[in-house]
């Protein structure tokens, strides 16, 4: 991440729990330049592992007359506060003990994150934001900039709902139980040689079934044997992406941002859904996943139901959940007309 930039804040930063983050930094990737009057800015949100480099992982959206186009925009993704990517989160240095945070670090939610990103907006001097777009995790951070910011003027919504459903909780849950019962956990105060490594595999594990589908592991897998062993392909995939992401992500920060996608909830301390969603008038794009298993599509109809401007398309994908990372040209075929468009609903479960 050769391009990546941090800002940080003398002002502690305070969460909708009451928790104090002292001197908080945002960490951040930028594309493009801001125009004179700073309206051409196009927010990228990340999903639950990922990081300022949306250029990398949303990479097929990046280009000359794609979604993301740093010819004519400032494209900006900001790592998530609660992250290990640079925005201070469980493995930053603790200012008051000059240690990790670790389980210090508090429970956070998708408000706080937005909120956070706010600073770093009004530091920029960004006005305005032609498009806020972001899938799973970062499809809520969108949603929430949406009810509480009045700089977004559209946004895409990919693979997520109004809140997070038992279902979605229920999978978090499971994933921060494999974390707990990791020997090396010590309440989240592990030692730095010794992170709780088969947990947060494990974690990963429970999630990637949930981020695919039985279709997409069929084609893949079927029941081939794995070369000269006795275990499956597919046990073989399992494993090889859990020990992936213990090399680079942080035990705390897992449970930390999971917990936060579980606050999901636009409605929470708020008077009524219809209110929250009714209230945001801009251009809004609901794209659902036909085998998104973890946020299934009727999530994304009941979204487009009670937002006022806003439109449905699918994703026709064997991928599941994480196909808002793979089918790039489908999303460029949805999101580019829908930049051009005249924004008037249409409501269509095609
Ligand atoms: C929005 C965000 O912020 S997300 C940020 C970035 N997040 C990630 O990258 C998440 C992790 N990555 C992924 O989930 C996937 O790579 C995606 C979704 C990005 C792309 O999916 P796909 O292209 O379908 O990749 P797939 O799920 O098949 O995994 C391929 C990997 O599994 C490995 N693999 C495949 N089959 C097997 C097997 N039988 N045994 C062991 N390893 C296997 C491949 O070698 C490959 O490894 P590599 O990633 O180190 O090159
Ligand atoms: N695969 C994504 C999560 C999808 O919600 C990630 O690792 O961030």
């Avoid at 949100?45 to 480099?53: D, K, M, P, Q, V």
């Avoid at 909120?115 to 995790?137: A, C, H, P, W």
């Avoid at 937002?307 to 089918?327: C, M, T």
Wanted: aromatic share 10%.
């Amino acid at each position: 991440m050769t391009n990546q930039q941090s800002i940080t804040f003398d002002e502690p930063f305070v969460t909708e729990k009451g928790k104090t983050i002292p001197r908080p930094t945002v960490a951040y990737q930028s594309w493009g330049t801001l125009n004179s009057d700073r309206t051409n800015a196009v927010l990228v949100c990340h999903a639950l592992t990922g990081n300022t480099a949306a250029n990398e992982w949303f990479s097929g959206l990046f280009g000359p007359g794609n979604p993301l186009d740093s010819e004519e925009q400032f494209i900006i993704c900001p790592n998530v506060l609660g992250s290990c990517y640079g925005t201070t989160g469980p493995a930053s240095t603790n200012p008051n003990t000059g240690k990790p945070y670790r389980a210090d670090f508090p429970e956070i939610t998708i408000r706080d994150m937005v909120r956070l990103q706010q600073r770093l907006f009004d530091e920029l001097q960004i006005n305005s934001i032609e498009m806020v777009i972001g899938g799973s995790m970062g499809g809520m951070q969108a949603l929430e900039w949406c009810i509480i910011d009045e700089r977004p003027q559209s946004a895409v919504l990919i693979g997520m709902g109004k809140v997070h459903r038992p279902w979605a909780i229920g999978i978090s849950h499971t994933q921060r139980q494999a974390i707990y019962n990791d020997p090396h956990w010590n309440d989240g105060y592990y030692s730095k040689d010794q992170p709780p490594k088969e947990g947060l595999a494990l974690a990963r594990m429970i999630a990637m079934i949930s981020y695919r589908s039985d279709a997409d592991y069929q084609h893949k897998f079927g029941r081939t044997l794995q070369d000269d062993t006795n275990h499956f392909e597919v046990e073989s995939y399992l494993g090889y992406q859990g020990h992936k992401l213990v090399n680079r992500f942080d035990a705390v920060s897992y449970v930390r941002l999971t917990q936060a996608m579980d606050s999901h909830d636009v409605g929470y301390n708020r008077e009524s859904y219809e209110k929250v969603l009714g209230d945001i008038q801009i251009p809004v794009m609901v794209i659902g996943i036909d085998s998104d298993n973890l946020y299934p599509v009727e999530e994304q109809y009941e979204l487009v139901r009670l937002l006022d401007n806003s439109r449905y398309r699918r994703l026709k994908s064997p991928h599941g959940h994480d196909a808002f990372l793979i089918e790039f040209e489908q999303l460029n075929n949805i999101i580019n007309p829908f930049l051009i468009e005249t924004p008037t609903q249409t409501v269509n479960y095609l």
